[in-house]
């Protein structure tokens, strides 16, 4: 998979600021936890030389990457002024 360390940063900062974004509907406490759940089976089975298992993963976390990213994008198209917020601006940046 893919740029790892952007995964890892996203996971880190939904982990500081999932309350808000939820508040503000344009993230979903199961897709961040589902998200973050298939990030770590990805790690482990990659720290096993388990190729089958670390593609399968690998393709579940870009999936809900995806699912995350088009709630995003789908709130802030439903609600421009979303994007002056702070919180909201930087995860913006992370998932594009």
Avoid: P, W
């Avoid at 089976?41 to 990457?65: T, W």
């Amino acid at each position: 998979m893919s740029n790892s360390y952007k995964h890892e940063d996203i996971l880190i900062f939904l982990e500081e600021n999932i309350s808000r974004l939820v508040k503000l509907k344009v993230a979903s406490r199961a897709k961040y936890n589902e998200y973050d759940r298939n990030y770590t089976n990805f790690l482990i089975a990659e720290s096993c030389d388990d190729d089958i298992r670390v593609e399968m993963y690998g393709e579940m976390v870009e999936a809900c990457y995806l699912s995350m990213r088009k709630k995003l994008e789908s709130a802030i198209k439903e609600n421009e002024e979303l994007k002056q917020n702070r919180i909201i601006a930087e995860y913006m940046s992370l998932m594009h």
